[in-house]
């Protein structure tokens, strides 16, 4: 998790909250938030070497999958749920809003934006983007969902989930004027907060 998105994050995060962290990376942003904050912070993960490095940080973590892991917790006590660029890598993203939002008031979703002006270039070209935020060649990635801010914006009101906040990252990973004019163009990165209608 970069410095300038755990800035985001951070004031959308209660003190003294409970929180989950799906697909948590090397629990960083718990990490801070624990102190920050003072939160009961979980975190969901796959990968055995961050898992290794939640537990260095003393950031407790289930290994599971995504997936499986949103249908384990069945109680809706978490006051915010995190799901940082991992929703495009499950099976079915809107199930998984849904899900986190029945286990907590609000939950928070990073998502690369596929119409980033460098995506589209690449899709042009016959090539399939390679970005900062998409840095995985097509046959590495473990995206499959990848969409748009606009195709994100309208799967949203589809489902009943209000957009309580949203913040465009531009290409240095920092919020710019043309990122906030024209996300679905400029954005490489869009962060939102969320909560049911």
Not at 53 to 62: L, R
Not at 63 to 70: A, C, S, T
Not at 137 to 155: A, P, Q, R, V, Y
Request: aromatic share 6%.
């Amino acid at each position: 998790m970069n410095n300038k998105l755990s800035k985001i994050i951070n004031p959308w995060v209660p003190k003294e909250g409970k929180v989950i962290d799906f697909g948590c990376g090397d629990g960083s942003l718990l990490e801070e938030l624990m102190k920050t904050k003072n939160i009961l912070g979980y975190g969901v993960e796959i990968n055995d070497k961050k898992i290794e490095s939640c537990v260095s940080k003393g950031v407790p973590v289930i290994k599971q999958d995504i997936d499986k892991g949103i249908n384990e917790f069945k109680s809706s006590n978490f006051d915010i749920s995190i799901m940082a660029r991992s929703i495009q890598c499950l099976k079915d993203p809107s199930l998984a809003l849904n899900r986190m939002l029945k286990l907590s008031k609000r939950c928070v979703v990073t998502l690369p934006n596929l119409g980033y002006w460098k995506c589209r270039l690449n899709l042009a070209y016959g090539r399939m983007p390679v970005t900062p935020e998409l840095p995985s060649s097509w046959h590495e990635t473990d995206n499959i969902h990848l969409c748009t801010i606009n195709d994100f914006e309208d799967l949203c009101k589809k489902e009943g989930i209000r957009i309580m906040n949203k913040v465009f990252l531009g290409s240095n990973g920092a919020q710019s004027n043309l990122s906030s004019l024209s996300p679905n163009l400029f954005a490489i990165e869009g962060v939102y907060l969320l909560e049911k209608q």
